[in-house]
């Protein structure tokens, strides 16, 4: 899996002979890190495939092109910062994650840190400490 964060989302095609559209893409945040698709073609023509924001609606299954520039991959070269994430589970799932945790003797969190290392696997994921 590739993952890039958006660096740019300034509109890029405009109709010939009409001002250029002054209001962002709203398929892109700034800063917002999305998942890449292979697209060779696109590449060639220094273009990347995205799953942006509007995931979901008809005809954002296959993702959006925009242009390369518009991304820097990630994560970067230099190691990432650890940071938190908050969730809110129902009941039933906090106590079934719970009762995951001390089966496996874990904590819960780093219990949920191995399940999210597990299903994801990005590439420096694995590093990540599991244990508190």
């Known amino acids: 899996m590739r993952y890039a964060k958006c660096i740019s989302n300034r509109p890029y095609l405009h109709p010939r002979h009409q001002p250029e559209q002054e209001e962002p893409l709203s398929g892109l945040t700034v800063g917002q890190v999305y998942k890449v698709l292979f697209d060779p073609i ?8 995205i799953i942006d924001e509007s995931f979901g609606e008809a005809g954002s299954e296959n993702g959006y092109l925009y ?3 518009y991304f820097e991959p990630y994560p970067p070269t230099a190691t990432p910062k650890p940071c938190s994430l908050t969730i809110y589970l129902d009941e039933y799932t906090k ?19 191995q ?9 420096d994921l694995g590093q990540l400490p599991l244990d508190d």
Do not use: K, N, W, Y
């Not at 106590?95 to 840190?113: G, P």
């Not at 399940?115 to 590439?123: A, I």
């Open 42 to 49: 696109a590449e060639q023509h220094a273009m990347i495939r």
């Open 67 to 69: 242009p390369a520039d």
């Open 115 to 123: 399940l999210v290392v597990e299903r994801l696997s990005p590439p």
């Open 95 to 113: 106590s079934i994650l719970h009762a995951e945790a001390i089966a496996s003797d874990r904590s819960t969190s780093a219990f949920v840190r």
